[in-house]
Nanobody, 126 residues
Framework: QLQLVESGGGLVQPGGSLRLSCAAS????????IGWFRQAPEEREGVSCI???????TYADSVKGRFTISRDNAKNTVYLQMNSLKPEDTGVYYC????????????????????WGQGTQVTVSS
């Protein structure tokens, strides 16, 4: 079965950290560009993306300096390390695989989408 599975979400206090994982099954994640997206009330925002070929990373201005995206091709997994979390980081986080990355107002978009994950909830609250 071809799928992406996110994990690592939860409830954390402001200033805390979480590490999200996006694991692929049935296909090789290293062949695809990967993005992490946060569901906002009006749209799904591209938080961070990583290229399969160059390892180039992009970050939305709202998370730059606090979030780090990385990939472990041996584990077929992409991670999103989230530090110094703020209440406005709250939302459902999804990962997506595709071919090609572009940015709009610093938020990344994955072109030619292949798969979405089911999402993992992140809640930042005291």
């Amino acid at each position: 079965q071809l799928q992406l599975v996110e994990s690592g979400g939860g409830l954390v206090q402001p200033g805390g950290s979480l590490r999200l994982s996006c694991a692929a099954s049935g296909f090789t994640l290293g062949d695809y560009d990967i993005g992490w997206f946060r569901q906002a009330p009006e749209e799904r925002e591209g938080v961070s993306c990583i290229s399969s070929s160059s390892g180039m990373t992009t970050y939305a201005d709202s998370v730059k300096g606090r979030f780090t995206i990385s990939r472990d091709n041996a584990k077929n997994t992409v991670y999103l390390q989230m530090n110094s979390l703020k209440p406005e980081d709250t939302g459902v986080y999804y990962c997506a695989a595709g071919k090609g990355i572009r940015t709009v107002r610093t938020m990344c978009i994955i072109n030619n989408l292949y798969r979405w994950g089911q999402g993992t909830q992140v809640t930042v609250s005291s």
